[in-house]
């Protein structure tokens, strides 16, 4: 019989200040509604939550919080970056829902509680664990992905994009159930670290082991949008309103790969070879089909879907290299190139995201012809972040790519590395694509609406920091990577 | 120290025209011109400087991410300097080219312009290969915008595929960095990405040939040699005066710097078993691009060919490995430097005044503008190799060396310098002898050159000329530089003969 005692919910801090952040933000607006109250308020205990995680996360923090909660200062860590992206979705949010004609303040709640579903998550070496934070992530999101239905002018097809991402996501759970019911079978515990050296009960063999694991693997590709699991992913972004895909693309991401990092590494997954060359497989499959879709595509929501698929299959890349590589550097590769994801999703879908409000959302490239010379700072932050999509170096895009190309040579794996240099190289196209378009002179026929829409401050702040971030972290990767090389040893 | 300057300079100069551009239109190309002529200056001030008894004229090295063992480490010697005064010369040249030609959006040309010019002067002293590498790309993008916003017709494709091949290639070069980095770390158990330290890593014979493939191509897509030059004549063609300059100027060099300072003394076992198949590159691409180049009827396409067919023998020298045969290598990207960057800025002026680059449009314009036909035929003579100009000097001894390597490549490219004669004077023909007809284009701007276009043109034929009659400053200063390359590979090449 366990209890819990007082000790053990200090190192839950930064999830029971967002869970207070929600029950603030509930009775006010039970109480009152206040559309920049809500704002504020979410904002504010998301970011408080950011600075207690990465206080607690330094110099070291490794406590297990009842079986189902690992709280290392690896978890600490993404749940910073968690909460101080989420604390930036809110300003997004904010200036894009202003002007929607619904209630808009449960938004706000809606985007805390997905973010306690992902603390849950990155903190999850249990099943049980992994199972409610994945879930309480998607239903938030169904939520956040639906949100302007009621719009007459809303983002298009809204509807479509929430039904479909319910109905896949819950054939998706389904597989991850099924495949943990089948582990609980063999081995008669849910802990990640139980699943290849745990005991195995007589008769059921490695074959079964692999059913299992392969079953968890297609759940959670599911969620990563990895190929051949991504069908939905280009037509969930494009319906979503703009805040809501920026969350699915970036912490909806982050966290499920990072549960999805510990169940290979604590669960010694790799060591069944079936199962990497499943991850192979799938690596493979993304890359290029996410570079080569996107090519053709002229809505930007788009590019940035199939983009992301093609990120994902790069971090599946590190993901494999952990193989057999004796250091940390394909987890620390992971890190890296995670945070590196964060910064330049979160940059790029945020230009849109600025010049867009719910009623008019500027989602085709060919909006933004001629924005270098109408708006020089904003299409030199979206240049900068899509050159970082693209790997270039003085971005952190690059220093990620570096660390993923380090990993595989370690590991030797040569043939993705292969696919990994025609993936880059077919994706320049279409980062440069859009590049191109913003140095054109602009059309005079083009709508007024567009050109002269002009983002709030908040967003604008948020923007030029994570610029800075990018340059920084690109030309000086040195704090990162001490950083990441010390929290790194957590996950092992 | 003086290195870090040498960048930061260009950097920050950049930085101040852009911002420049809102008080007065004419201000950025001051600023540029200012930093530019700064930054030669520095560089000339090097030359006084003696070398270390390791051969730096001067180096810098600080931590930069000590995780992986990544310094700021640049270090310049005779072969760098003599790049680097190239790059300060042409960087000059380039700005007083586009001087009048840029009006949109002067200040965002510079500053692109002068980011290029850093990465180039990055390149050509960065002896860290991540740095180097971090320097490669970063003259990469930059470039892309010259192109794709102050191009000509086409420019989107010239741009997009000028980026997409030498981004590729340059990720292949990353690889085999990574690759050395690593076996590195498995030899002494750190990582290291240091010039000296890589040299001295063993890597099993069958991977280093791959390793030395993925450098290899990356210098020759950049150098170009056939197979991977077919971005060049759409990137020339689509160019502003200036970028092709630039382009053809300096970028072009990049490249046979990275084989001789790079790809040669890394890999000397996989170099010299590679060297015939690398000679008959260069030898495919002096005769191929010199056959193309007589078969277009666009003027900056032609130049374009011929740039690939002339850095043929830098190649050629470079893989014959002697001492002849690298000065030869070296004094043909200077004096190339030189005579491209002056042919392009002819056909770039040509274009500004009658707005088209179809030679079979043009036709007896020594009429009309004497003194630019008489320049034109001045820099043509110099590239097809006449005694006496410093093209000369850099063909022959590459010539020279590289027949004491192999007999039958030699022979072959020889041919070449009959191709080049054909072809300049060709031009000349088509475009300044002849009847002048004006029906294909409006010739009420045609004007002869300007003072201050004779110049930089003047300037230009100062410096071959010197070249070619009084060479021996220059491989003086590059002497020792190769020299010392050629010893460090003879020693790991006699080592593996004598262990074997």
Redesign the interface.
């Known amino acids: 019989m366990m209890t819990i005692t007082l000790a053990d919910l200090i190192p839950l801090q930064p999830l029971l200040l967002v869970t207070l952040t929600v029950v603030i933000v509930m009775s006010a607006i039970a109480a009152r509604r206040n559309y920049l109250g809500a704002y504020l308020v979410t904002a504010a205990g998301l970011l408080v939550a950011a600075f207690t995680a990465f206080y607690m996360m330094l110099p070291s923090a490794d406590y297990q919080v009842t079986p189902l909660l690992i709280v290392d200062s690896y978890s600490l860590f993404f749940t910073g970056l968690i909460c101080a992206t989420a604390a930036c979705i809110c300003v997004f949010s904010y200036s894009y829902f202003s002007d929607l004609d619904d209630q808009k303040e449960e938004y706000f709640l809606l985007l805390a509680i997905a973010t306690i579903g992902s603390i849950v998550l990155v903190s999850s070496n249990h099943f049980v664990s992994m199972v409610i934070g994945i879930e309480t992530l998607s239903m938030s999101l169904y939520g956040m992905v639906a949100y302007s239905v009621q719009s007459d002018q809303s983002a298009k097809n809204s509807l479509e994009a929430a039904v479909k991402y319910l109905i896949l996501s819950a054939a998706a759970s389904g597989f991850l159930l099924f495949g943990m019911a089948l582990i609980y079978a063999q081995t008669g515990t849910l802990e990640f670290s139980s699943i290849i050296n745990g005991p195995v009960t007589s008769g059921l063999g490695e074959g079964f082991s692999v059913t299992a694991l392969l079953l968890l693997f297609a759940g959670l590709a599911f969620k990563l949008s990895l190929a051949p699991f991504h069908m939905w992913t280009p037509d969930v972004y494009e319906g979503s309103p703009l805040p809501a895909t920026i969350y699915l693309a970036t912490i909806g991401k982050v966290a499920t790969f990072v549960v999805l990092l510990r169940l290979i590494i604590n669960g010694e997954v790799l060591s069944l070879e079936p199962v990497t060359q499943a991850i192979s497989v799938v690596a493979m499959i993304s890359i290029m089909v996410g570079n080569l879709l996107a090519l053709r595509q002229e809505n930007l929501k788009r590019i940035l879907a199939y983009s992301s698929i093609a990120h994902m299959g790069y971090l599946l890349i590190a993901l494999i290299a952990s193989i057999d590589s004796g250091g940390t550097i394909s987890v620390e590769a992971i890190t890296v190139y995670l945070v590196a994801y964060v910064v330049m999703t979160l940059g790029a879908f945020g230009i849109a995201s600025n010049l867009s409000t719910s009623r008019a959302e500027l989602d085709n490239i060919e909006d933004y012809r001629g924005l270098f010379?109408r708006k020089p700072l904003l299409a030199t932050i979206f240049t900068g972040m899509l050159?970082s999509l693209a790997g270039?170096?003085?971005t952190v895009g690059?220093i990620g790519k570096?660390y993923v190309?380090?990993s595989g040579?370690?590991s030797q794996l040569w043939g993705l590395?292969v696919i990994l240099?025609?993936g880059?190289?077919i994706g320049?196209?279409y980062y440069?694509?859009i590049?191109?378009r913003m140095?054109l002179t602009q059309k005079e026929s083009m709508d007024p609406d567009i050109t002269a829409s002009s983002g709030d401050f908040g967003s604008q702040v948020v923007l030029v920091i994570a610029f800075c971030l990018l340059l920084f972290l690109g030309v000086?990767?040195?704090l990162l990577?001490?950083l990441v090389?010390s929290i790194s040893l957590y996950v092992l | 120290m003086i290195l870090i300057w040498l960048i930061s300079i260009l950097f920050i100069g950049g930085l101040i025209a852009w911002a420049s551009e809102s008080y007065d239109k004419n201000y950025p190309r001051l600023v540029a011109l200012i930093t530019v002529v700064l930054d030669f200056v520095l560089m000339f001030m090097l030359l006084q400087t003696e070398p270390t008894s390791a051969g730096w004229i001067s180096s810098f090295e600080a931590e930069w991410i000590p995780r992986f063992g990544i310094s700021l480490y640049f270090a310049l010697d005779g072969l760098s300097l003599l790049l680097l005064l190239l790059t300060g010369f042409l960087g000059v040249v380039a700005i007083g080219s586009a001087w009048d030609e840029i009006k949109v959006q002067p200040g965002f040309f510079y500053f692109n312009l002068l980011w290029t010019l850093a990465g180039v002067v990055g390149v050509f002293t960065a002896l860290d290969l991540f740095l180097f590498f971090f320097f490669w790309e970063v003259m990469l993008i930059p470039m892309y915008f010259i192109i794709a916003i102050w191009g000509h017709e086409n420019k989107s494709y010239a741009a997009m595929k000028f980026f997409i091949f030498t981004q590729v290639t340059g990720m292949l070069m990353l690889v085999s960095i990574l690759v050395l980095a690593y076996a590195h770390y498995t030899q002494f158990g750190v990582y290291s990405f240091k010039y000296e330290d890589l040299i001295s890593v063993n890597v099993s014979s069958s991977l280093q040939f791959w390793v030395m493939l993925g450098f290899f191509i990356a210098f020759t897509t950049k150098l170009p040699s056939v197979p991977f030059h077919s971005w060049l004549p759409d990137a020339h063609s689509q160019a502003p005066t200036a970028g092709s300059v630039i382009l053809a100027g300096i970028l072009l060099k990049t490249g046979a710097y990275g084989l001789i300072r790079f790809t040669i003394p890394l890999f000397p076992e996989a170099s010299a078993s590679f060297a015939p198949v690398a000679m008959a590159l260069a030898s495919i691409s002096i005769l191929y691009c010199a056959k193309v180049a007589f078969a277009q009827t666009d003027i900056k396409r032609l130049i374009a060919y011929t740039s690939v067919s002339h850095m043929g023998f830098v190649t050629l020298g470079v893989y014959a490995w002697n001492e002849q045969a690298l000065q030869g290598a070296v004094m043909t990207m200077l004096a190339h430097g030189l005579s491209a960057a002056a042919l392009f800025m002819l056909a770039g002026g040509l274009q500004h005044r009658i707005h088209t680059r179809n030679m079979s449009d043009m036709g007896g314009l020594w009429v009309r503008v004497p003194r630019m036909a008489v320049v034109a035929l001045f820099f043509s003579v110099a590239a097809l190799g006449m005694p006496g100009l410093g093209n000369f000097i850099g063909e022959f001894l590459a010539l020279l060396g590289a027949f004491q390597a192999n007999i039958l490549f030699t022979v072959i490219a020889a041919f070449g310098l009959i191709f080049a004669s054909v072809y300049s004077l060709w031009v000349i023909q088509r475009v300044f002898h002849g009847e002048f007809s004006s029906e294909h284009y409006d010739d009420s701007r045609l004007t002869d050159l300007s003072r201050r276009e004779m110049v930089y043109f003047g300037m230009m034929m100062g410096g071959l000329i010197w070249m070619g009659m009084y060479p021996q400053p220059f491989l003086d200063l590059s002497q020792p530089v190769l020299a010392q390359l050629l010893n460090s590979t003879e020693l790991v090449i006699s080592n593996l003969v004598s262990t074997q």
């Open positions: 010379w050159l270039i170096p003085l690059f570096f190309f380090l040579v370690e590395i240099i025609i880059s190289g320049l196209y440069l694509r590049v191109y140095v000086y990767p040195t990577a001490s090389e």
